[in-house]
Protein backbone atom coordinates (compact mmCIF):
# COMPACT_ATOMS: atom_id res chain seq x y z
CA UNK A 1 0.00 0.00 0.00
CA UNK A 2 0.82 3.59 -0.51
CA UNK A 3 0.23 6.76 1.35
CA UNK A 4 0.61 10.14 0.60
CA UNK A 5 0.23 12.73 3.57
CA UNK A 6 -0.02 16.30 3.36
CA UNK A 7 1.47 18.62 6.61
CA UNK A 8 2.23 22.15 7.39
CA UNK A 9 -0.95 23.78 6.43
CA UNK A 10 -3.07 26.14 8.57
CA UNK A 11 -3.40 30.17 8.85
CA UNK A 12 -1.50 33.00 6.67
CA UNK A 13 -1.30 36.68 6.16
CA UNK A 14 -1.63 38.72 2.55
CA UNK A 15 2.07 39.05 2.01
CA UNK A 16 3.21 36.50 4.56
CA UNK A 17 4.40 32.71 3.80
CA UNK A 18 3.69 29.00 4.24
CA UNK A 19 5.09 26.16 3.39
CA UNK A 20 3.77 22.66 3.32
CA UNK A 21 5.23 19.29 3.25
CA UNK A 22 3.55 16.29 1.48
CA UNK A 23 5.50 12.54 1.99
CA UNK A 24 5.05 10.11 -0.26
CA UNK A 25 5.52 6.04 1.89
CA UNK A 26 4.62 2.17 1.27
CA UNK A 27 5.80 -0.30 -0.95
CA UNK A 28 7.02 2.54 -3.83
CA UNK A 29 9.23 1.14 -6.56
CA UNK A 30 8.96 5.03 -8.26
CA UNK A 31 7.66 8.36 -8.21
CA UNK A 32 7.25 9.92 -11.86
CA UNK A 33 5.57 12.65 -10.65
CA UNK A 34 4.05 14.46 -7.62
CA UNK A 35 2.05 18.09 -7.46
CA UNK A 36 -0.30 20.34 -5.11
CA UNK A 37 -3.18 21.08 -6.54
CA UNK A 38 -5.81 23.07 -4.32
CA UNK A 39 -9.96 23.10 -3.94
CA UNK A 40 -12.42 25.39 -2.40
CA UNK A 41 -16.13 24.70 -2.00
CA UNK A 42 -18.22 24.84 -4.91
CA UNK A 43 -15.14 24.43 -7.20
CA UNK A 44 -13.12 21.93 -9.12
CA UNK A 45 -9.92 20.75 -7.70
CA UNK A 46 -7.13 22.47 -9.73
CA UNK A 47 -3.37 22.09 -10.13
CA UNK A 48 -1.00 24.31 -8.24
CA UNK A 49 2.25 23.50 -9.05
CA UNK A 50 3.88 20.31 -10.33
CA UNK A 51 7.28 18.63 -10.47
CA UNK A 52 8.78 15.39 -12.46
CA UNK A 53 11.27 13.24 -11.07
CA UNK A 54 14.07 14.85 -12.78
CA UNK A 55 13.02 18.16 -11.28
CA UNK A 56 11.02 20.07 -14.24
CA UNK A 57 8.04 22.05 -12.68
CA UNK A 58 4.84 23.56 -14.24
CA UNK A 59 2.94 26.53 -12.07
CA UNK A 60 -0.24 27.67 -12.42
CA UNK A 61 -0.46 30.81 -13.60
CA UNK A 62 -1.95 32.79 -10.49
CA UNK A 63 0.86 31.44 -8.05
CA UNK A 64 3.77 31.18 -10.85
CA UNK A 65 6.73 33.86 -9.04
CA UNK A 66 4.80 33.32 -5.87
CA UNK A 67 5.39 29.85 -4.80
CA UNK A 68 7.82 27.24 -5.39
CA UNK A 69 7.66 23.21 -5.94
CA UNK A 70 10.86 20.74 -5.09
CA UNK A 71 11.41 17.70 -4.33
CA UNK A 72 13.56 15.63 -2.06
CA UNK A 73 13.49 12.11 -3.80
CA UNK A 74 15.69 10.14 -1.87
CA UNK A 75 12.54 10.75 1.00
CA UNK A 76 9.84 10.63 -1.12
CA UNK A 77 8.79 14.16 -0.25
CA UNK A 78 7.58 17.35 -2.18
CA UNK A 79 7.43 20.80 -0.61
CA UNK A 80 5.25 24.11 -1.43
CA UNK A 81 6.64 27.15 -0.44
CA UNK A 82 3.79 29.67 -0.29
CA UNK A 83 5.32 33.73 -0.47
CA UNK A 84 3.04 36.65 -1.21
CA UNK A 85 0.36 35.30 -0.23
CA UNK A 86 -3.28 36.58 -1.02
CA UNK A 87 -6.62 35.93 0.39
CA UNK A 88 -7.54 33.61 -2.92
CA UNK A 89 -5.25 31.01 -1.88
CA UNK A 90 -7.26 29.75 0.94
CA UNK A 91 -8.16 26.12 0.58
CA UNK A 92 -7.43 22.77 1.05
CA UNK A 93 -4.12 21.56 -0.10
CA UNK A 94 -3.38 18.28 -1.34
CA UNK A 95 -1.01 16.34 -2.88
CA UNK A 96 -0.58 13.64 -5.66
CA UNK A 97 1.54 11.38 -6.22
CA UNK A 98 2.26 9.15 -9.98
CA UNK A 99 3.42 6.28 -8.40
CA UNK A 100 4.67 2.70 -9.00
CA UNK A 101 4.48 -0.23 -7.05
CA UNK A 102 5.72 -3.67 -7.98
CA UNK A 103 2.35 -4.85 -7.09
CA UNK A 104 -0.14 -2.15 -8.81
CA UNK A 105 1.96 -0.69 -11.47
CA UNK A 106 0.90 2.71 -12.04
CA UNK A 107 -1.67 4.47 -10.04
CA UNK A 108 -3.07 7.88 -8.53
CA UNK A 109 -2.76 8.76 -4.95
CA UNK A 110 -3.85 11.86 -3.11
CA UNK A 111 -3.51 12.95 0.38
CA UNK A 112 -6.21 13.49 2.53
CA UNK A 113 -5.65 17.13 2.29
CA UNK A 114 -4.30 20.39 4.22
CA UNK A 115 -6.65 23.37 4.78
CA UNK A 116 -4.65 26.67 3.77
CA UNK A 117 -6.18 29.95 4.96
CA UNK A 118 -5.17 33.47 4.19
CA UNK A 119 -6.65 35.95 5.81
CA UNK A 120 -6.29 39.83 6.97
Known amino acids: QVQVAESGGGLGQPGGSLRLSCAAS????????MAWYRQVPGKQRELVAEITRKGRTNYADSVRGRFTISRDNAKNMIYLQMDNLKLEDTAVYYCYGYITTLAHGENDYWGQGTQVTVYS
Open 26 to 33: GDIYSIAM
